[in-house]
């Protein structure tokens, strides 16, 4: 296994590719996600797609969505 150094945590790029979002952001927040009943999920999804197309998404909201798939 790889070693990996202290804050050279691998990143992976956003669906538009404008953030990127490291892999244990995407990790907590399926973690927090998961917890939701699946209409709080789908809503929080739906919300960051559509600041993401919007040009306003962030990491949070780029987590979000490679968390749930979307």
Avoid: W, Y
Avoid at 3 to 20: F, H, I, L, Q
């Amino acid at each position: 296994m790889e070693r990996v150094e202290e804050g050279t945590m691998p990143k992976a790029k956003a669906s538009k590719g404008d953030s990127k979002v490291s892999n244990s952001l995407v990790v907590r927040m399926a973690d927090r996600l998961f917890k939701l009943p699946l209409s709080m999920r789908e809503n929080r999804l739906a919300k960051a797609k559509a600041r993401i197309d919007g040009g306003h998404g962030g990491k949070n909201d780029a987590a979000i969505v490679r968390a749930l798939g979307g």
